[in-house]
């Protein structure tokens, strides 16, 4: 069972970089997929979260209106794409399954594992320079 994000890099502030999480080892049909990130020296935040059949997503207000979360279950994978990125996005990112994202960054773990804690890839950095 595996997460694996990739398409960070380096971009301009305004730019856009879109994010790809793919899972090898097991479906994510079934399960709310989210994105989270972790500036250096700061607290993990949720950035966005969608529903199993991709009907429904969240967004933290930190990024709301700039980023669109997508999943596309026949190729077990979900996307992140991100406009008029800004230096403060600079960040980490990972994916992880069933976790609800709240408005404010918060998050909560929704599964049903017995760690309590889901499934989580290694993330990928996304560097935005002003």
């Not at 793919?22 to 607290?43: H, T």
């Not at 966005?48 to 997503?57: E, L, R, V």
Request: net charge neutral; with cysteine.
């Amino acid at each position: 069972v595996q997460l694996q994000a990739s398409g960070g890099g380096l971009v301009q502030s305004g730019g856009s970089l879109t994010l790809s999480c793919a899972a090898s080892g097991f479906s994510l049909e079934n399960y709310v997929m989210s994105w989270f990130r972790q500036a250096p020296g700061k607290a993990r935040e949720g950035v966005s979260c969608i529903s199993s059949n991709g009907n429904t997503t969240y967004y933290s207000d930190s990024v709301k209106g700039r980023f669109t979360i997508s999943r596309d279950n026949a190729k077990n994978t979900v996307s992140l794409q991100m406009h008029n990125l800004k230096p403060e996005d600079t960040a980490v990112y990972y994916c992880a399954t069933d976790y609800l994202i709240t408005e404010d960054g918060s998050y909560l773990y929704i599964g049903d594992d017995n760690a309590g804690k889901g499934s989580w890839g290694r993330g990928t950095l996304v560097t935005v320079s002003s």
